[in-house]
């Protein structure tokens, strides 16, 4: 959740005074025109910003009071490239992880659509899709609350777009808490009917994406 949320960054204010709730255990599409403000927001959910007014919230508690490490265990966030760290598959999922279980790693693997054995693949060996989606397993691996997506398919080809939507449907209905920046609003509409829009910095409208694309400023249509 975000109260009032203001952000201003080189001077230039992007965000002003965002209050929004995030349904628990359901997918929440942001969308909006480029600029708008739509990953600022979802930065600010788990500290990678900080905004100079307002809070955001995780099951009632201030983010702020939360430790960084232990924040983006609970809020993971998937960013439009994948981030592949040196080293194997084993490498990437454990990162950061105490000694952990190859059967967790297998387990979370298959939970995204990717073989067991890819535990001991070269993580360069990945295409697109596949990099994308270890990158959301390394972040369920660590068991989060929430899981924000930032434009996550934007440099994947159709097929693997269709995968990851599928994906997102299915950690939603595991009972994960998802939000998802995108600027295709056909794709918001495939993964969720809980939509809401941002232009200029604020949001402006929330329902499903008829009703978000009536609001759409008529100068971005």
């Known amino acids: 959740m975000a109260e009032g949320v203001c952000l201003e960054r080189g001077g230039r204010r992007v965000l002003k005074d965002v209050s929004t709730a995030i349904e628990r255990a359901q997918v929440t599409a942001v969308v909006g025109p480029s600029g708008s403000g739509k990953s600022s927001l979802l930065r600010c959910f788990n500290r990678l910003e900080e905004p100079q007014e307002g809070r955001v919230l995780l099951a009632g508690e201030d983010t702020r009071q939360i430790a960084p490490v232990e924040l983006r265990r609970r809020v993971g966030l998937i960013a439009q490239m994948p981030t592949i760290f040196p080293g194997g598959v084993r490498a990437n999922l454990a990162y950061g992880l105490d000694d952990p279980e190859d059967f967790d790693l297998r387990t979370t693997l298959e939970s995204v659509g990717l073989p067991g054995h890819f535990l001991e693949r070269p993580s360069d060996a990945l ?66 009917s809980h939509v809401k829009l941002m232009v200029d910095g604020r949001l402006t409208a929330e329902g499903d994406v008829g009703d978000v694309e009536q609001a759409w400023p008529k100068e971005e249509r």
């Open 127 to 192: 295409s697109g899709g596949e990099a994308q989606r270890l990158c959301i397993a390394r972040a369920l691996v660590r068991n989060p609350e929430v899981l924000l997506l930032d434009e996550p398919t934007a440099s994947l080809d159709r097929d693997a777009v269709r995968t990851i939507e599928r994906l997102i449907w299915d950690l939603a209905g595991r009972g994960l808490t998802i939000v998802i920046v995108t600027h295709d609003l056909g794709q918001a509409g495939r993964v969720t």
